[in-house]
């Protein structure tokens, strides 16, 4: 049992809080009457779950709010950051009791793979309810608190998912370790498993005009542009047919004012937009350019995340004033020398000034990760429009980190590779990555002779063929 939560009201009393809830929801609905056509076409048998495995994809579209809806929503996105911290305590109690069983030592010692090992860690999560189905029960088990006004059924199943899958991660190696979310750092989505939850879609005449999360209704922002307009077109289309899985809700911090906005979660595989090239492409990185290298056609060099710079020294003068506050405001966080002292800061009541600045700060951190994903977008379109079949070299570019830190923060060109690796997948193609250790291009010649060359040395000359 955790900390913070509370004891379990009377059932009487929960009744009440639950007719208060839903009769504050009703006066607040501004699409009331297109709710009530929503829930009819979602009466009857619940249809069938669909094939674990089949593709999806998602089509994003910003939603307008009101004050009111705006400070629910706030609430319910800080009980269902409490709801995943309390879920992922829990799995990581039991991930402890699974590695102290007796058991668990001889069932790692079996050999990779077969049907004995399977069976015997299958065998100890179900013991110790380390599974995702145990995981989506005890959050929903959160929901006998106040936690039940704020977190429904569907989105606390999610959130004790999310939070199995991020700790067996762990468990099994594969990543780092999950944190526990404060306040500072909240949580941005709330989806549903399916339609019959409490997100759903309002469609009113044949035409999707916004979404209702259980008395909280947004309506979809107008498009802006012939183009945005065939898109929302599009989504209506896909939305209104049955395409329609489930939705998910955004929530963003923009210039200080919260911002939300709608994932469709919809059948099928995206559409193309892009026509793709036959050329087989090959592409150098390095900290801040990438070259490429296309098979008949000419080479050539790109600046990676070329429109970030204005906003990095906008955002390095705003970082500049924001110390120059700190200083003022708590000079006990500095030494005599004017280091910032190790352990925790004292500066917590900031000015408004001060406050400001901070929200400025958060926001051009927000432009800089949009616009670097914008260039990417744009540079790997560029390059599957010469070819699908990419190769490179497989580089650690958590190494980079420490060598070129501010080239590699800004202009990130790992995440390049791995959008690349992702869009020539979904074109039919793929990305090879070969290990630089074997092949030694810098040193092999077009006709196979090989000629090592010290680090400063940047011509090549073969001796056999002449080629310089």
């Known amino acids: 049992m955790t900390k913070w939560r509370a004891q379990a009201p009377s059932l009487r009393a929960d009744k009440r809080a639950r007719r208060n809830v839903s009769q504050r929801g009703m006066k607040t609905h501004p699409l009331s009457r297109l709710n009530t056509v929503v829930a ?12 674990r495995g089949e593709p999806t994809y998602v ?23 409490r709801a995943y911290n309390a879920c992922l305590g829990e799995a990581f109690e039991r991930s402890a009791r699974v590695k102290a069983d007796p058991r668990y030592e001889p069932a790692r010692k079996l050999a990779k793979g077969t049907k004995e090992r399977t069976e015997a860690f299958c065998a100890l999560d179900d013991d110790h309810g380390f599974t995702e189905r145990a995981m989506m029960s005890y959050a929903s088990g959160l929901r006998s608190t106040w936690v039940r006004e704020h977190v429904f059924a569907q989105e606390a199943q999610v959130l004790g998912r999310r939070a199995f899958r991020a700790v067996r991660r762990w468990h099994l190696g594969l990543g780092g370790k999950p944190r526990f979310r404060p306040r500072s750092r909240p949580l941005h989505t709330m989806e549903c498993k399916d339609l019959n939850g409490t997100m759903k879609p309002v469609v009113n005449d044949g035409a999707l005009v916004g979404v209702v999360w259980s008395g909280v209704d947004f309506t979809l922002a107008p498009p802006r542009g012939e183009t945005e307009a065939h898109e929302l077109d599009r989504i209506n289309h896909l939305a209104v047919s049955g395409a329609l899985r489930y939705l998910r809700i955004l929530e963003t911090t923009v210039r200080g004012k919260k911002t939300y906005r709608v994932q469709f979660v919809l059948d099928g595989v995206p559409p193309k937009r892009h026509e793709t090239g036959t050329e087989r492409v090959g592409f150098d990185m390095g900290p801040s350019h990438v070259d490429v290298v296309p098979e008949r056609s000419p080479a050539f060099r790109v600046q990676l995340a070329d429109g970030i710079g204005p906003l990095g020294a906008e955002l390095r003068r705003l970082q500049r004033k924001l110390d120059r506050q ?22 917590k009541d900031r000015s408004k000034n001060a406050k400001r600045t901070k929200s400025k700060v958060a926001d051009l951190h927000r432009r800089q990760a949009a616009t670097r994903d914008r260039c990417h977008g744009e540079l790997v379109n560029l390059v599957l429009s010469i070819g699908v079949h990419l190769c490179a070299e497989a580089l650690d570019y958590r190494s980079w980190q420490k060598r070129f830190a501010r080239s590699v923060r800004d202009r990130a060109p790992g995440l390049l590779v791995h959008k690349a690796s992702r869009r020539a997948s979904w074109a039919g193609g793929s990305l090879y990555a070969f290990s630089p250790y074997t092949t030694a291009l810098s040193q092999a010649c077009v006709c196979g002779e090989r000629v090592p060359k010290a680090l400063s040395e940047r011509v090549h000359r073969c001796s056999h063929c002449g080629l310089v």
């Open 40 to 51: 009819d076409t979602n009466k009857g048998t619940r249809k069938r779950k669909r094939k």
């Open 59 to 81: 089509e994003s579209w910003p939603l307008r709010a009101t004050p009111r809806s705006r400070s629910t929503c706030t609430k319910r996105f800080d009980a269902g950051r």
């Open 326 to 347: 700190h200083r003022a405001g708590s000079p006990t966080c500095f030494d005599e020398k004017g280091r910032h002292k190790h352990g925790g800061c004292d500066w």
